[in-house]
Every structure is written in structure tokens, then in C-alpha cells.
């Protein structure tokens, strides 16, 4: 499970980069982290720009609310989105992350 943390501006989320990927996407969880891959380069912050345009786009919020906080030069990176709720982010990652449980389902009847 993605350990996403409230925070006073949003939710950070935690997100595990694999640059200069052949296509950009979320690849689903790794240690608490959000997996994502782009295909830019990991060089002048083109990589963490590309997440960070990748998660706006995802998550269905402006560029603008997308920001990142540490692990410029990383694989672990924290991100931050902004005038989001964790619960709600969650909500909006649980669709894109491959493999994830979408919930309980009901038994038939």
C-alpha cells in the first residue's frame, strides 16, 4: 500500500522514478512508494518534471498542484499534491495502479 501523508498544503506522495523509460506509466507499488515511469532522461530535473506532469495528468489536477518536495537527484522522490486529501488521492491513484485490489466486492446473490 502507497504511504501517502497528509500534509497542511495537500498530500505527499511518495513515488519510486524509473527515467528514461520506453513509455511513461504508473507500474504499481514498490516498498510504500508510487512506481512511475517516463521517458525522459534523468538529467537538469527533465525526469522529475515529467512525473510531476504525468501525476497532474493521472490524477486529474492542474500541473500547477503538482510539485516536488525531495529526492531531486533520487529514485525515492516525495511529491507534493496540493488542495488534495489523502483519502480522495487514494481514491483517484486506486484505478491507475495495476494489480491493485479495487475493494470488496459483494457477495453473489
Not at 500534509?7 to 511513461?24: D, F, L, S
Not at 532522461?41 to 492542474?62: D, M, Q, T, Y
Not at 488534495?84 to 491493485?100: C, F, K, N, V, Y
Amino acid at each position: 500500500m502507497i504511504e501517502l501523508s497528509a500534509h497542511t498544503g495537500g498530500t505527499i506522495v511518495p513515488v519510486h522514478a524509473q527515467p528514461g523509460a520506453r513509455r511513461n506509466g504508473i507500474l504499481g507499488e514498490r516498498a510504500g512508494s508510487l512506481r512511475v515511469a517516463v521517458t525522459a532522461a534523468p538529467e537538469r530535473g527533465r525526469a522529475n518534471a515529467a512525473i510531476a506532469e504525468f501525476l497532474a495528468e493521472s490524477l486529474g489536477c492542474r500541473p500547477s498542484q503538482v510539485g516536488i518536495l525531495s529526492g531531486e537527484a533520487s529514485r525515492q522522490k516525495r511529491f507534493l499534491v496540493a488542495g488534495i486529501a489523502p483519502e480522495d488521492l487514494r481514491r483517484r491513484l486506486a484505478p491507475l495502479i495495476p494489480g491493485s485490489d479495487p475493494g470488496p466486492t459483494l457477495p453473489p446473490s
